[in-house]
């Protein structure tokens, strides 16, 4: 029976099934960090249960941690409470951490790829939405809840029902200026923020096995924004490459025996699925959204559409914005790039790319969040931050940071950000505060520019 990416993994995967019910999925990697793993720990200590696989849980301080002086106390209390609770608990339950100080900290979807923990064919879970930017190493990845990680922690299993199977194809030349950023932008506009329910999405086609591997990380990031339960790319030799020389990657002979598996995981030829969509890569250009769902998004080119929806109007009338309307040109005071979604050394070498020789405008304030201390090694190693600085850009210290406004790097209220992130909800990035989802080389654009800018028009 011809298979799928997806169905192989999971099925390779599967303990046992409940009769027309759910499956008991095996899970490899369980990563973890200081907001949604308390409530968890705390339910196996109210009923006696040891943390059952240790070794396989990986802990990270992300999204509560500040990044200015991050060698000194956390001033918050709350956030405080959180990241003290996380080193409590992993030193109870002999969870390795990297925290605040140490050479691996940064973001969870971050430092997993870098590191070599994730790797082609696994299962991975996370109390984290984002936790599907691992599907790029063609790995089954998708974001749990507080009870669901306390049910890892006591059994390394899930019980979960299987989803359907999705694959979406973009195949053709890009534009040079389009980002992966904007393909994955360009496919949620197309398709809505509800077309992925109950599918775990398969992207394929030249231009995703064109991508390179933070490219992939950023679409499989982003595909649980179309509803879906997570991302998958087919792995391949530029993800053999990646993940070849990482630190907790397989070395020599095993290695070489892993790569002779990961070669047998991509979709059979044949295999169906249970929907499919196409789209010609010609047609992509830089994307930027409007409103307040990552559905929301237009060429930067194009003008707002127009609609009677009364969510529409409401989102609308939130971002200050009329139907109709372009944001080429719209003065902006805010730019941030970073997040789990672009906060990797290729993101910032594109931004920096751009911004080199080139000067900030004065009305803009625009952070540099790198997403681990390795990348924040590496932004200095190549010289980035003193092009980002010379330029009058802000370079922080690895965390969350302005992605959703849980430590001080907020946005204030009725101020535009042109953001890298993955979310534009309302007050995702701070009380009040309207984002505009771009690429990291539109979000540098803007902020030379003091506004919306058009790149592939420069």
């Known amino acids: 029976m011809k298979k799928t990416l997806f169905d192989k993994v999971w099925d390779s995967h599967v303990v046992s099934s409940v009769d027309n ?6 899970i490899d990697k369980h990563l973890i960090h200081e907001v949604t793993s308390p409530q968890a720990f705390n339910v196996l200590e109210d009923k006696n249960i040891s943390l059952f696989r240790p070794s396989q849980v990986v802990a990270t301080a992300d999204h509560n941690v500040p990044t200015e002086n991050q060698h000194l106390p956390i001033q918050d209390a709350l956030s405080r409470k959180q990241v003290t609770q996380l080193t409590t608990n992993c030193d109870r339950h002999g969870v390795t951490l990297y925290g605040l100080g140490h050479p691996y900290q940064g ?3 971050v430092i997993g790829p870098e590191l070599g923990i994730t790797q082609p064919g696994m299962t991975m879970v996370c109390g984290d939405s984002h936790t599907s930017t691992h599907g790029a190493f063609g790995t089954i990845a998708f974001g749990i809840g507080t009870s669901q990680v306390a049910q890892v922690f006591a059994s390394q299993c899930l019980l979960v029902a299987k989803p359907k ?6 195949d053709g030349t890009l534009h040079p200026d389009v980002q992966p950023k904007d393909v994955i932008l360009y496919v949620i506009a197309k398709l809505g923020t509800d077309a ?8 394929a086609g ?3 096995e064109e991508m390179s591997m933070e490219g992939r990380m950023t679409v499989c990031n982003m595909s649980i924004e179309m509803g879906a339960r997570g991302g998958m790319i087919a792995p391949d030799q530029t993800t053999f490459n990646y993940v070849s020389g990482r630190e907790f990657a397989p070395k020599g002979a095993e290695l070489e025996s892993k ?5 047998t995981l991509p979709t059979d030829e044949g295999a169906t699925f249970d929907l499919e969509h196409s789209f010609p890569a010609e047609d992509i250009r830089p994307m930027i959204t409007y409103g307040t769902n990552p559905g929301m998004g237009i060429k930067i080119t194009d003008n707002i559409p127009e609609s009677n929806d009364a969510s529409f109007i409401k989102s609308l009338n939130y971002m200050g914005l009329k139907a109709g309307s372009k944001l080429l040109d719209m003065p902006i005071s805010h730019v941030f790039i970073g997040s789990c979604t672009n ?5 910032f070498r594109a931004a920096a790319a751009y911004v080199a020789g080139k000067q900030k405008s004065a009305a803009v304030s625009a952070l540099i969040v790198p997403g681990s201390q390795q990348v924040a090694k590496q932004i200095v190693s190549e010289g980035l931050d ?9 370079l922080r210290q690895p965390g969350c940071s302005a992605c959703l406004a849980m430590n001080d790097d907020k946005i204030p209220a009725g101020a535009y950000c042109v953001s890298t992130s993955n979310r534009n909800f309302e007050g995702r990035q701070g009380q009040g505060a309207r984002t505009l989802l771009a690429s990291p080389v539109t979000a540098a654009a803007a902020a030379v520019a003091g506004k919306i800018v058009d790149v592939s028009q420069n």
Request: net charge negative; glycine share 8%; charged share 20%.
């Open 21 to 26: 019910g759910p499956d008991i999925l095996y």
């Open 107 to 109: 973001i969870v979807h």
């Open 165 to 170: 199977s999705m694959r979406v194809v973009v």
């Open 196 to 203: 992925g329910t109950g599918y775990f999405v398969e992207f």
């Open 206 to 208: 030249s231009v995703f």
């Open 259 to 263: 790569i002779a598996h990961w070669k």
């Open 343 to 347: 906060s990797r050394i290729e993101d």
């Open 386 to 394: 003193q092009i980002f600085e010379k330029a009058g850009f802000i």
